[in-house]
């Protein structure tokens, strides 16, 4: 499973999460926001041990998806939610869904916001070739 190289593995960057948010940046970046959420433990054990190793490069999340003790563990977290959702009115479910839109909303244009005011190939630092820094002499 995963990268079995040995060299030391990288974090992957939001991209990596591009094809899974049909391309659309502010949602890769609430994927990842998501595992590092399940990284910090939040969602159990295997959970964890799952996002840390989708977050540093270990393996990939299609493929962390298909190992059954992960999906086991990701059903087992959700039944309580899917129980309370099976007890809701048509009424609270509307209400409650329409709150997760907001919220998702709020977030996308906040990370959009972000992504605007730090465009991603805005060049750091000095550029390669400024012309300044060299001489013939």
Known sequence: MGN???H????VDD????EMT???PSQAK???RSLE????????DALKEMAQ????GRTGLRDAANVSAYAEQAVEQSAPLAEKWASMSDSERDALAAEG???FTKEQQRLDDERRADPPNRPVGKARHDGHGWSLY
């Open 53 to 56: 190793g989708v977050l540093s």
């Open 30 to 32: 609430i994927l990842r």
């Open 22 to 24: 049909q391309h659309d």
């Open 101 to 103: 839109e907001r919220l």
């Open 37 to 44: 959420h399940l990284a910090s433990g939040l969602g159990g």
């Open 4 to 6: 079995t190289s040995k």
């Open 8 to 11: 030391p593995h990288k974090p």
């Open 15 to 18: 991209s990596e999460f591009l």
